[in-house]
């Protein structure tokens, strides 16, 4: 059934490879779980089987250890999203898991850096060599485009339309894709690249279409994005923790601080939801917060 449930999410719902593999390792550890107890069918699983099972993500045990709340929330979602499915197919009589809720994370403002510590990040990426022009190109898309580092090192050359208003093609979640505009520093810096980087690097592999390249010519990597982006954090003293992620988060807070509506947002970033995108205006609000305390003679 596992197996079934699996193949529907990569199939029929068009979820990548990335998130089917972790409802797979959340659904193997669910059934081992239930083999544990003595429980062999879904049909048997009750309530109660279900909160115990909660209970074990938040404490572990001795293989595992403790889930954080967003990780265990993950988690029974995955049950649930089981259970919904073989009661749709008529494979179980009831839906055991539709009274159990996940435990509500915490909610984490993303963390934005500010407009001076990107440019000095950006400014310190990369050389002139082929390594280095791919480096800064990548890391100017990210944060020109909100990119996920899955979109940016997903990209094909066809994806990329640099004449007139410069375009790229974002594939993001569950399929959808999405065009957004290209700003001049970022084209500079791809451009740079396609012409004066990528051939170099691509002499050495097989003619994949992917705009990033590794050293051996084949498609540059999530890892390896993450590992280009510290590098440029540390070259730059950039305090924190720094990941492809924070770009998105400056991409998006910077745009609604110079007035950009969240609904233009949310379509820049691919968000089904404007609830998703409505976060970072908690941001800002805080920068407003933090400016009027700083400036207003009668704030404090």
């Known amino acids: 059934m596992v197996r079934t449930y699996l193949d529907h999410l990569a199939v029929e719902r068009g979820l990548s490879g ?7 390792r959340d659904l193997e550890r669910y059934v081992a779980a239930l083999t544990a ?19 074990g993500l938040r404490s ?3 293989t595992h250890p403790p889930l954080s709340a967003a990780s265990a929330a993950r988690a029974v979602s995955a049950v649930r999203g089981l259970h919904r499915f073989a009661l749709r197919e008529g494979l179980t009589g009831v839906d055991a898991a539709r009274e159990v809720r996940p435990p509500a994370p915490p909610r984490r403002l993303p963390k934005a850096l500010d407009v001076d510590a990107v440019e000095r990040l950006l400014a310190a990426a990369g050389g002139d060599d082929a390594a280095g022009l791919r480096d800064r190109a990548l890391l100017e898309l990210l944060y020109g485009t909100g990119a996920r580092i899955s979109e940016a090192v997903g990209l094909a050359v066809d994806d990329l339309d640099l004449s007139g208003d410069a375009t790229v093609v974002l594939h993001g979640k569950g399929g959808r894709t999405r065009i957004v505009p290209v700003g001049r520093y970022a084209r500079r810096a791809v451009e740079a690249y396609l012409v004066r980087g990528r051939p170099v690097l691509a002499a050495a592999g ?3 279409p992917a705009v990033f390249l590794n050293t051996r010519g084949g498609r540059l990597s999530r890892q390896s994005g993450w590992s280009i982006l510290r590098r440029a954090a540390q070259a730059a003293a950039v305090p924190g923790e720094v990941s492809p992620h924070t770009l998105r988060h400056c991409y998006a807070t910077h745009l609604l601080d110079g007035g950009a509506d969240v609904r233009v947002v949310q379509e820049l970033l691919g968000h089904a939801s404007v609830t998703t995108t409505q976060v970072y205006t908690l941001v800002t609000v805080d920068r407003l917060r933090e400016v009027y305390a700083t400036a207003h003679p009668r704030a404090r």
């Open 60 to 62: 572990g045990d001795d």
């Open 18 to 24: 990335n998130t089917v593999a972790s409802y797979r």
């Open 206 to 208: 097989r003619g994949t």
């Open 37 to 55: 107890a003595g429980i062999g069918e879904l049909s048997a699983v009750g309530p109660a089987d279900l909160e115990r099972h909660l209970a």
